[in-house]
């Protein structure tokens, strides 16, 4: 019987932890005979019981840091404060559990701690997409992948923000006990057995910041063009310069190059339709600007790494609950 530790801290968001508590803490229907064996494992609080988030959980456990340190599987669930440092005791229970042959497993924000105990040096990882830069930022060391659900590197798995831990959590089924059990926990909980795409689809992409107010007139007037075949002449001519000054000060404002630039509003456009349209796919297309049915599957795929049909079938599933 696999053991599973599952770190808990002051302050930790609680969805997180709900969710592998529910998971992986309570007799299916037709559990396996060798499910895992389950301990939550209070870290740094002493008695054994710690608050939650918002203070309106208390988890009361008898199990601490040597639980974990012995686990064969340690999940971090999620990281009370990004902008702080975990929990020392924590970081070094997780080197310690590693070392000795341990999975290491985080969701969401839990990959910062992660990265503090330097599992994550030169590797890809996965974070909540809004946490993406600033997990960057701290550990230069570790690649961090925004737009993916998780990470599997066999011995640490990082997982995206909220939802994503669902995924995980069957992922890990499925590696430990076979797609079979995986795909019937999944009914069970209502969730897909395997999600297409990744975080991209999900990420916001509001305009650019615009610290250059002169621009402003010609991006406004190329968003409500975008279905006309554009060029950086073209930009150019309606911002009264040069291709060579335009292209030099759409970088300087929006980090990118006019073209690129106009393709992302493109997609942002499509993605717009899908969500709140029926309209035919070919449809989007012309509107969007990016000409054919065949050509915006290719186009939208590469971006947000789901087709449109997926993408449209995950919002038109979302509206109806």
Not at 206 to 229: I, K, Y
């Amino acid at each position: 019987m696999p053991s599973l530790a599952i770190a808990v801290t002051a302050g930790m968001p609680f969805f997180e932890l709900a969710v592998p508590c529910h998971i992986f803490g309570f007799d299916r229907l037709q559990p396996p005979p060798d499910w895992y064996d389950v301990r939550v494992c209070v870290i740094g609080d002493g008695a054994g019981e710690t608050s939650l988030a918002g203070a309106w959980f208390n988890t009361r456990t008898p199990y601490g840091v040597e639980e974990l340190v012995s686990a064969d599987t340690v999940i971090v669930p999620a990281s009370a404060d990004v902008h702080g440092d975990p929990p020392d005791e924590l970081v070094a229970a997780l080197r310690e559990a590693h070392r000795r042959g341990a999975r290491v497993v985080s969701f969401c924000s839990g990959a910062f701690t992660l990265a503090a105990a330097g599992l994550l040096d030169g590797r890809t990882a996965a974070t909540h997409w809004m946490y993406a830069a600033l997990l960057a930022e701290r550990h230069p060391t570790v690649s961090v992948d925004p737009t993916v659900l998780y990470v599997d590197h066999g011995d640490v798995l990082t997982g995206a923000g909220a939802t994503a831990s669902i995924d995980v959590c069957l992922h890990l089924i499925r590696e430990d006990f076979g797609t079979g059990v995986a795909n019937s926990l999944a009914r069970q909980l209502v969730a897909p057995a395997h999600r297409p795409g990744g975080q991209a689809q999900y990420i916001e992409t509001p305009l650019p910041e615009r610290r250059d107010d002169s621009l402003a007139p010609v991006l406004h007037w190329a968003t409500e063009r975008l279905r006309e075949p554009l060029t950086v002449a073209d930009l150019a001519r309606h911002a009264h310069t040069s291709p060579r000054t335009l292209v030099r000060r759409f970088h300087a404002t929006t980090g990118t190059t006019p073209m690129q630039w106009i393709q992302s509003q493109r997609i942002a456009r499509a993605r717009e339709l899908l969500e709140s349209t029926d309209l035919p796919v070919d449809r989007v297309a012309e509107i969007a600007g990016l000409g054919t049915a065949a050509n915006l599957r290719r186009h939208f795929t590469r971006a947000m790494g789901v087709p449109p049909v997926d993408y449209r079938r995950t919002y038109r599933a979302a509206r109806v609950a």
